[in-house]
């Protein structure tokens, strides 16, 4: 009987093991859910308690590395005014500690606890700044005399210098635009960056004058760190009489600031080796209002007229502005170019746009002749208008003057 016995046990356990490993397995599956439920919960409990961290813990003080002492501590300017001499903190990578660093200061001690990434300020971020523009000079007409000096004194350099150490030349600083509105003096500043492949950063010369004192200055040397950081690179300055403009003995405290942004930029432009990487083009349609320290010889010695064009530069131009538009078996564009006497660039491209215009009113997809005479008709009475203003404008500072 014993024998029996324990047999049938062992057949009943047999039996039921089956049931048995179910049970175990989905004890097995229940586990493993509550330990990674579990691990998700920690991971969110560190990230709170790392959240609550942060917003307990004290602000740092941001500051600007001015120099570095041989004892190991560091002459900061601190964002609050003064200037500290500080200690760095262990971990600190004192390599990076270099004049115009910026550092975070700890709010008690005024410790170097981290060095911060190099950033730009806001204005010279929201600037214009184009990665190799596709402008190239094939798209600018009328002007090969002007193509052919920038090509000289700005591309030549950028691409073959070699060639000026080989000479023993030094090719100019920087080059000045000037001529009436819309003759095409940022399109040439960016077909030159397109034939070099560099980095076009376009500045109007109003966005560097600044309420408070020495914004300006500190704005122009933003614009050229970010210029040597973009390299190659073309600094395009227009309307720069705006802070290029004749000093004076007298003037408010807004002129001496503008005369403050004005010796910043003509420091940056001193400080540049001339078979550099960054190239400054300037524009302006008042060449007579410029101080002439700005076009002494080492800054903006090469002067460059960009004037109306002429009957050939026109149809040149017309040329380009139609060269994707649908133009009727009519149209003569020798004949434009010769009813368009005393037209800019861009006065050409209105024309076009305007029989573009003319065309769709009358329900056609393709721009006659017709629609090109009246766009031309249309032009010509705004191009009177700013040529009227302008006059008025001469006659009254002269009776100011006398």
């Known amino acids: 009987m014993p024998i029996n016995s324990s047999r049938e046990s062992a057949r009943s356990h047999k039996a039921a093991s089956p049931a048995e490993d179910l049970e175990v397995k989905a004890l097995k599956d229940r586990i493993k859910s509550l330990t990674r439920e579990k691990l998700s919960l920690m991971r969110e409990l560190e990230h709170y308690r790392n959240e609550l961290s942060k917003l307990l813990a004290p602000p740092y003080i ?60 806001p204005m010279v971020k929201a600037m214009e700044v184009e990665e190799r523009p596709r402008v190239r000079f094939s798209d600018v007409g009328g002007l090969e005399r002007q193509i052919r ?92 009489d705006a802070i290029a403009s004749r000093r004076l003995d007298l003037g408010t405290s807004g002129d001496r600031e503008v005369q403050r942004t004005l010796v910043q930029l003509l420091a940056e432009l001193d400080g540049f080796d001339p078979l550099d990487n960054v190239k400054v083009i300037a524009a302006t349609n008042r060449i007579d209002l410029l101080d002439p320290a700005i076009l002494r010889p080492g800054r903006f010695d090469r002067i460059i007229e960009v004037p109306l064009p002429d009957k050939r530069g026109r149809l040149e131009i017309l040329r380009i502005h139609t060269r994707r538009v649908k133009l009727a078996r009519d149209v003569d564009l020798e004949r434009i170019a010769d009813i368009t006497e005393g037209f800019s660039g861009a006065d ?55």
């Open 348 to 402: 050409l491209k209105a024309v076009v746009t305007e029989a573009g215009y003319f065309a769709i009113r009358k329900g056609r997809r393709v721009i006659t002749m017709e629609d090109l005479v009246e766009a031309v008709a249309k032009v010509k009475e705004s191009v009177e208008k700013r040529r009227g203003i302008a006059l008025k404008g001469v006659h009254g500072a002269g009776l100011m003057v006398i």
């Open 149 to 240: 000096e920038l090509y000289e004194v700005v591309v030549l350099p950028l691409k073959k210098p070699e060639l000026f150490r080989e000479l023993g030349i030094e090719p100019p600083k920087g080059v000045l635009l000037y001529g009436p509105p819309g003759t095409g003096k940022t399109l040439l500043a960016k077909a030159v960056a397109g034939e070099t492949e560099a980095t076009f950063i376009r500045v109007v010369a109003s966005e560097l004058v600044n309420k408070f004192i020495g914004e300006g200055a500190r704005l122009v040397r933003e614009i050229f760190k970010l210029a040597r950081e973009k390299a190659p690179s073309i600094v395009f300055i227009d309307e720069i």
């Open 62 to 121: 941001e500051a600007v590395v001015l120099e570095v002492l041989e004892d190991g501590r560091v002459v900061v300017k601190s964002s609050t005014g003064p200037n500290l001499i500080v200690n760095v903190a262990a971990g600190v990578d004192v390599s990076k500690l270099r004049p115009g660093a910026i550092v975070a200061l700890n709010n008690r001690g005024s410790t170097i606890v981290e060095v911060l990434p190099g950033r730009h300020d």
